[in-house]
């Protein structure tokens, strides 16, 4: 009874706390009153058995409590109040009900409306990135602490004060419980689909520890992403990101090897690609924008296209990235025109556009460019210098198993690839 009773609140949580923090407008409180509803579940649910619609037994009991919660503030306010107590106003004067308020906005939006505040609450950029991460994944991943510090690699200390802290941010801020309008709505969901980017990116391909892949953290990532294109069907960049997610999640049972090794896209078996996933791509593509996260899904589909690694339309990518630079200006994604522009044109033109990065302080620690750079010298036959750009980026790699990967390329045992 005690896993059917988890299960459910780690499906259902993300909607409990949101339609919680719509009643008392602080997440923290919120997450501890959907704890709260755990608790009375795990007490009678023994008793009186499942409910027929457990999801909806929790938001109930957990929205009856923050009912309570509010009414109790106002009561203790209002006896402050009589014996000439200062004290800030809980609920305006004149202001309906706390359980009329709540059965209004049900009559408004509803459950997904709230959810979509919350995840536009837990992205705010008034909180570091990581703060967001680990609060996203917190509130709408459903994950416990250990669980977000073991897919991260850091402690559980760490993670738990990195949360406490951004929730007492979003406080003192005081940020409101809404999805934003607009000038700030674009600025906004930007913040949101970074975090789920990012979070996906590190479960694709770890920065540090001994695996190269964890899928759960893409897993976690895609479904945010699949949500967010379900509440925003109207965002072209939105179906974007989704559309990139699913194609490149497509490919992670081809990327490691039986031992756990990095396998290289030349060198993949595409075979074990999953196709119901490309599928899922190319019709979020169909609906995607003009953005960056929709042309990295374009290059994504270029790959998804060709059966085999030599039938892969170069130059489209090559193109394509040319756009992606222009929008972004960033150094890695010109790092990735490289690639491209030398399997199209050869590795001596990649080569050139390499050698323009080499000041660039972005990519200074960026073991990615001798990286790239060792390849385009060994595709030209100077090994010595390839070897020594191999090593480089091994000295510089975080992760364990991508460190492997470079010093084989090294050593020349391990098959070249971009």
Request: glycine share 8%; hydrophobic share 45%.
């Amino acid at each position: 009874m005690t896993e059917t009773v988890e299960a459910a609140f780690r499906i259902e949580s993300p909607r409990i706390i949101a339609a919680v923090t719509r009643v008392v407008r602080d997440v923290g409180i919120a997450e501890e009153i959907a704890q709260d509803a755990l608790v009375a579940a795990l007490e009678q649910w023994p008793e009186s058995g499942v409910p027929d619609r457990p999801g909806a037994w929790l938001t109930a009991t957990a929205r009856h409590r923050a009912v309570d919660l509010v009414r109790r503030k106002e009561t203790y306010a209002r006896k402050l109040a009589e014996v000439g107590r200062a004290m800030e106003d809980v609920r305006p004067a004149g202001a309906a009900d706390p359980a009329d308020v709540l059965d209004a906005a049900d009559a408004e939006g509803g459950i997904d409306d709230d959810l979509l505040r919350l995840i536009f609450t837990a992205c705010h950029p008034v909180l570091p990135t990581q703060a967001r991460i680990a609060l996203t994944l917190r509130l709408l991943g459903g994950l416990t602490t250990p669980e977000i510090a073991r897919a991260f690699l850091t402690s559980e200390p760490a993670v738990a004060q990195r949360i406490v802290r951004a929730k007492r941010s979003l406080a003192t801020a005081g940020v409101p419980f809404e999805v934003p309008r607009a000038p700030e709505r674009d600025e906004r969901l930007s913040s949101v689909l970074e975090v789920i980017y990012l979070i996906f990116n590190e479960g694709y391909s770890a920065t540090s520890g001994d695996d190269w892949v964890r899928p759960g953290l893409c897993e976690d990532a895609l479904r945010l992403a699949r949500v967010l294109e379900s509440l925003m069907p109207g965002e072209g960049e939105v179906h974007g990101l989704a559309a990139l997610l699913e194609f490149q999640a497509s490919r992670i049972p081809a990327r490691t090897g039986p031992s756990g090794e990095a396998v290289l896209l030349a060198d993949q078996n595409r075979a074990k690609w999953n196709r119901m996933l490309m599928r899922r791509g190319v019709d979020a593509l169909h609906r995607a924008g003009r953005g960056p996260y929709s042309l990295q899904a374009a290059i994504a589909a270029c790959h998804a296209q060709a059966a085999r690694y030599e039938e892969t339309d170069w130059a489209a990518i090559a193109a394509l990235y040319g756009r992606l630079v222009e929008l972004t200006r960033s150094p890695v994604v010109e790092l990735n025109r490289a690639v491209a522009v030398s399997m199209a044109h050869g590795p001596a033109e990649g080569l050139e556009i390499v050698d323009g990065l080499a000041d660039e302080p972005a990519l200074k620690s960026y073991h990615l460019l001798p990286s790239v750079r060792g390849d385009l010298l060994e595709r030209l036959g100077r090994t010595d210098e390839a070897r020594a750009e191999f090593e480089r980026a091994a000295s510089l790699a975080g992760n364990a198993r991508e460190k492997e990967l470079l010093l084989a390329r090294a050593a020349g045992s391990a098959p070249g690839g971009a």
